[in-house]
């Protein structure tokens, strides 16, 4: 069957398959016009940003962080967030450690203007380690403040309960 055929008999099944109505497009026409002048009268949902703060939910994914308890930060350096972030933005580096557990990042970084906030490195990490913040302002003059290390990223489970707690919820 040449490839002229085939195109005839699709557009004659296409062409069967549309009622009179539906090949005139008006109904359609006037569905879309519904929709918009019903959209035209609901209230307004305008937040004036500066002055009006934006109070996230518990499940919202704002810049990710790393969470430290009793002075140390709960990451053993496993790498799974950085194997798993799909724009390459985590970088870990591990070192041994005297403590408890046998390893902690000697260097993690987040390039910011690479991460995409899908929240795969929450969901992988086998520690709770790091977590999706509610924290959504983020400007930079430069690439080079885009990339966060440890000092910036770490934040205590105090500051961090209402996303474990949601976290731990909805597991």
């Not at 549309?18 to 937040?47: A, C, D, S």
């Not at 967030?81 to 557990?101: F, G, H, M, N, W």
């Not at 999706?132 to 885009?146: G, T």
């Not at 000092?151 to 731990?168: A, C, I, N, T």
Request: hydrophobic content about 35%; glycine content about 4%.
């Amino acid at each position: 069957m040449s490839n002229d055929t085939y195109l005839k008999k699709s557009e004659e099944v296409r062409r069967k398959d549309l009622t009179f109505w539906q090949r005139l497009y008006f109904p359609e026409i006037l569905k879309g016009m519904t929709v918009t002048i019903g959209e035209m009268f609901k209230p307004r949902v305008t937040v004036n940003y500066p002055e009006e703060r934006f109070t996230p939910p518990s499940s919202f994914r704002g810049r990710p962080v790393l969470v430290h308890e009793n002075g140390t930060e709960r990451c053993v350096a496993c790498g799974l967030c950085s194997r798993v972030c799909p724009a390459l933005a985590i970088e870990v580096q591990a070192a041994e450690t005297p403590l408890d557990k046998e390893r902690f990042p000697e260097k993690f970084e987040i390039n910011m203007t690479r991460c995409i906030f899908c929240g795969f490195c929450e969901e992988v990490c086998p520690e709770e380690a790091i977590i999706m913040s509610n924290e959504y302002e983020l400007a930079f003059s430069s690439q080079q403040e885009s990339v966060f290390g440890k000092d910036k990223l770490l934040k205590s489970v105090e500051e961090m309960k209402p996303r474990l707690d949601f976290l731990r919820a909805h597991r």
